[in-house]
């Protein structure tokens, strides 16, 4: 036996699901943004000037025309049903498969979430059978871009105008990712992005951003925010409002980390492109994934195949973390099931949550583990 042969095989460094929050860059810009707010004389920490700015980035790089932010993507949802006047009596249809605020925030204001079934290969919103669902209480849409997809905003759109309703679009994980050329956030009468740490645009804590170009609906947005207190006229309060406030070190933060944002965006499409690329010849071995393609965001990647949680026992075994998002769709969950009418089905979404797996996207990867990763996926389809 060689030398060579009686050395132990090393095991390859695992590929973790999810990236480090704080890496060295990461850190060191939370700790400087710590230090600018707290020793600011001025000693606003939240909803000052670096908000401001950071909510006038974000209206220049996605074109929205008001831009408020907000505590949470959750916050956000919210605020834009509240300020479009969705309450109880009305019905707000949402996709049934996705997280569990597109239901939830619904019930918050007083409405009555109806869910519209997913197509199984996109898992966003299939808009014909959103159509089925609509009745006289039908007052608001709101499409969620999901994982990688994008929800079919025109389709939505079309539907919206036909019956005169209100788009929500919820584009909590789609910062960045374009339709049609249009940023995906501006297509419905409001939007939003969430900051929450996976995020695209993700900061060490909580926080999100409504869009809209609508200046009344933005007023609206704004008052709801802070209590339901105009922010020029003291403290009269006009309605009940939400106290949904935005942090200023993660203001300085998400200003000072805007430098690098387009490289770790472009990481992101760049493993997923791989991914799709390696994954096309498995379609007909049963592995269904993303086609390859500019218009997608840059959240998640997930692969569907009825072998599930064999490919995720499989991946494990190779040190490949993998997640499953929604096991159920949301009606089925005992949150909502009350909210569910007797004998309604959702086939898309209950395929959806049966075939879904995420695998490893972030900026984070390195090369070889993203091969890895990938290589595992075909391997077990070999
Ligand atoms: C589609 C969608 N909408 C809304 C939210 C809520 O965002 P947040 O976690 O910032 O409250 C999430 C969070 O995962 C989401 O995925």
Redesign the pocket.
């Known amino acids: 036996m060689s030398v060579v042969d009686s050395v132990p095989a090393v095991a390859a460094a695992p590929v973790p699901y999810a990236g480090s929050l704080l890496d060295p860059e990461a850190r060191a810009l939370l700790l400087g943004a710590v230090y600018e707010v707290g020793t600011d004389p001025e000693q606003a920490t939240v909803l000052g000037r670096r908000t401001a700015e950071w909510e006038r980035q974000v209206g220049l790089r996605s074109g929205a025309g008001h831009v408020i932010a907000c505590a949470?993507?959750?916050?956000a949802?919210c605020l834009a049903l509240r300020a479009c006047r969705i309450g109880p009596g009305d019905e707000v249809i949402v996709p049934a498969f996705?997280?569990e605020?597109?239901a939830s925030t619904v019930l918050t204001v007083g409405a009555v979430p109806v869910f519209a079934d997913v197509h199984p290969a996109t898992m966003v919103m299939d808009v014909a059978d959103a159509a089925r669902r609509l009745t006289g209480r039908t007052r608001a849409v709101v499409p969620?871009?999901?994982f990688t997809s994008l929800a079919d905003m025109r389709g939505v759109r079309q539907l919206a105008d036909a019956h005169g309703l209100t788009v929500i679009e919820?584009a909590?994980?789609a910062q960045e990712a374009t339709l049609a050329g249009r940023a995906a956030g501006t297509w419905g009468d409001v939007g939003l992005y969430?900051?929450?740490p996976a995020k695209p645009f993700g900061m060490p804590g909580?926080?999100?951003a409504v869009l809209t170009d609508d200046a009344e609906l933005a007023d609206t947005v704004r008052l709801l925010r802070r209590h339901g207190q105009a922010e020029a006229h003291g403290p009269v309060h006009h309605q009940v409002g939400y106290d949904s406030g935005f942090d200023e070190v993660q203001a300085a933060y998400q200003l000072a980390r805007l430098a690098t944002q387009d490289a770790r965006i472009a990481r992101r499409a760049q493993i997923s492109t791989y991914y799709s690329e390696r994954f096309a010849p498995l379609r007909e071995r049963g592995l269904g994934a993303p086609a390859p393609g500019d218009e997608r965001c840059h959240y998640v990647y997930a692969v569907r195949t009825g072998r599930r949680d064999a490919l995720a026992r499989h991946l494990a075994s190779r040190g490949v973390g993998t997640r499953v998002y929604y096991p159920l769709p949301l009606p089925r969950l005992p949150a909502f099931a009350p909210y569910a009418p007797a004998g309604a089905r959702w086939p898309g979404a209950e395929r959806a949550s049966a075939t879904h797996v995420a695998l490893p996207l972030h900026p984070g990867l390195t090369e070889s583990q993203v091969r890895r990763s990938a290589g595992a996926v075909c391997e077990f389809f070999d």
């Open positions: 949470s993507g959750t916050s949802l996705g997280a605020p597109l969620a871009h999901t919820d909590a994980v969430s900051f929450f909580e926080g999100a």
